[in-house]
């Protein structure tokens, strides 16, 4: 696995007619806003599927098929170094999550390679032995669709009942998935229990 050394915004910089997807101007989607529709292909088979409870034969990843109340998505670019360390950290708190009472069977956690090919992503997904689901967002069609300018992004989304998503959080640039952020993912869980 090779990364460029100056990260997403050195490659586009230096290789801008490689990028498929172009800067938006929108504005950034923050808490409130509803989160975009989005498709995009399961590459990790059954696996992918099962975590996600989707049935044993989809071949692609719609948000408002998904059951769960809450889903954390992880924004990334394999050339990131931010994105990079981020992503390991994620793998372990996945397993953190998955084992916690609050959260497990409430919140699930996926990625999205943002101008990364489905190829890309599967050998990020197995170089970095990454625990949860990982997408591509080869065009950066959701990516730009969110208004954003950075990565690594994440997000926090709540199922409003009706196949959309509201923005509950947003995480921008690298952060630590630590027991701080563990009790912000719980209460938001606990609040939401009384509106739901």
Not at 68 to 82: A, G, K, P, S
Not at 97 to 121: C, H, R, T
């Amino acid at each position: 696995m090779h990364r460029y050394p100056g990260g997403l915004h050195g490659w586009k910089a230096a290789f801008p007619d490689r990028m498929e997807g172009q800067p938006g101007s929108r504005r950034a989607l923050a808490p409130g806003d509803v989160f975009p529709a989005c498709r995009v292909a399961v590459l990790n088979g059954d696996e992918d599927r099962q975590y996600l409870g989707l049935p044993p034969t989809a071949r692609w990843l719609e948000l408002s098929e998904l059951t769960t109340r809450f889903v954390l998505i992880q924004l990334y670019n394999t050339l990131c170094n931010d994105c990079v360390t981020e992503t390991k950290k994620l793998s372990a708190f996945f397993h953190v999550v998955e084992n916690d009472p609050v959260l497990a069977g409430q919140l699930k956690i996926i990625g999205l390679g943002v101008y990364d090919s489905n190829q890309n992503v599967m050998k990020f997904k197995k170089h970095y032995d990454v625990a949860y689901p990982l997408f591509s967002d080869k065009s950066g069609q959701i990516f730009e669709c969110l208004g954003q300018s950075q990565l690594p992004l994440a997000y926090l989304v709540r199922a409003k009942g009706d196949g959309s998503w509201i923005i509950e959080l947003v995480k921008r640039g690298y952060f630590d998935p630590d027991e701080a952020f563990l009790h912000t993912l719980r209460q938001t869980v606990i609040r939401s229990e009384g509106t739901d």
